[in-house]
Nanobody, 122 residues
């Protein structure tokens, strides 16, 4: 697998989780990486992205101030720290290579990983 997400779980409202995504070197190296999520019955949506250098970051308005994206380029891994979780954050979370114009929030790799389920109870 070229994208492997992990770290999801069931948490109460206000709780925290840290997601991890390990990518193959071929698709991780020198690329901006991002997180997306898909709630039941809804389309997949952009959550957060970070440039290869780490100097640029972009978040969806719905998660600003609560989520933090980071990356460890030595480990080909991108993280998503999620704090103050809300029931509307429930969904399957995926990572992918993203357009270097981070504000576009567009994934570039056609193949997705299996995702990791996040469930926030009310």
């Amino acid at each position: 697998a070229q994208l492997v997400e992990s770290g999801g779980g069931l948490v109460p409202t206000g709780g925290s989780l840290t997601l991890s995504c390990e990518a193959s070197t071929r698709i991780y190296r020198a690329n901006a990486m991002g997180w997306f999520r898909q709630a039941p019955g809804k389309e997949r949506e952009f959550v957060a992205a970070k440039s290869w250098s780490g100097g640029n970051t972009h978040y969806a308005d719905s998660v600003k101030g609560r989520f933090t994206i980071s990356r460890d380029n030595a480990k080909n891994t991108v993280y998503l720290q999620m704090d103050n979780l809300k029931p509307e954050d429930t969904g399957i979370y995926y990572c992918n290579v993203v357009n270097p114009l981070l504000r576009i929030g567009r994934p570039l790799f056609d193949s997705w990983g299996q995702g990791t389920q996040v469930t926030v109870s009310s």
